[in-house]
């Protein structure tokens, strides 16, 4: 740390703005790994001295149950977050919703994730702004973008990539049927300036379309939303593919280009993370990989249980996971997945 904080003492260290914000970066993140193993070694020495006084019994043993406590969960909140060690892991990120086949079912599915994924993001002090809004036919929505800004956002929530379940009975059925419903979920990194991104301007298209939903008259007579189609051929394998994004976040069409472009820079560098992680899979052709874009959760609502199909973690707190507490599915798949990927980095 020491260092990295001597290169910030160069005169002409601001005069590239860019290269600065990186180097700050850079030393605000070894002071975080500092302090948090100070914490670490704290909490250690506090509970080899209750230890101590337990014996002279100067502190009582739920004092020391106490200590020990503390320091398991804060060397476990360590080596959780020495999974995330890539280096999109630390980015902001863009999560997508779209709803399944299925109508108003699968519709109203898609709404409850994204107010789950609201909850949690909230629970954890990010920022949330709302790119791209539809709401369904009769109820829940068809698609829905959010930015979720903020320290590891990215890191702790790319293991929500892929199609979530949902089983229940339909209160839109009126046979009181069990129903099955879809909903994938994509989360990709929320590039700043400081990632290079090489971007065709040859292969970008735009057309303009008016905002629907709440707001007043103006929603209706402004064409502010914008939609941007690009021409991707993957570097790779020569494929061709069109990207669409669409942005209605603010009144402002000069704003949503700007915010559909932001997107667009996202999804390409995640398309060259997804190469690398494709390259490393075939280098360790034994290990598990990341499945992206397959069926990664189930929901049964009427047998009380949510499970993680790729670490079979599961809870009877069917309530809590739809308020947002996600955390301890985060948490095994990051544990499980997460120091393959840093090894293969």
Known sequence: MEEEELRTHDPGFWEDAKRAEVQMKKVKELKKWIELYNEVHAAAEELQLAYEYVKEGIVSEEEIDEAYSKAIQLVESLEFRNMLRQEA???SCVLKINSGA?????QDWASMLLRMYTRWAEANGYKISV???QEGDEAGIKTATLNIEGDYAYGYLKGENGVHRLVRVSPYNAQGKRMTSFASVFVTPLVDDTIEVKIDQAAISWDTFRSGGAGGQNVNKVESGVR????FKDPYTGEEEEILIENTETRDQPKNRENAMRQLRSILYDKELQHRMEEQAKVEAGKKKIEWGSQIRSYVFDDRRVKDHRTNF?????NGVMDGKIDDFIKAYLMEFGAEESAGK
């Open 102 to 106: 299925g109508g108003t079912e699968s």
């Open 228 to 231: 941007l189609r690009y021409q």
């Open 131 to 133: 790119a791209n809004y």
């Open 314 to 318: 599961q809870t009877s707190d069917v």
């Open 89 to 91: 892991d630390q980015m």
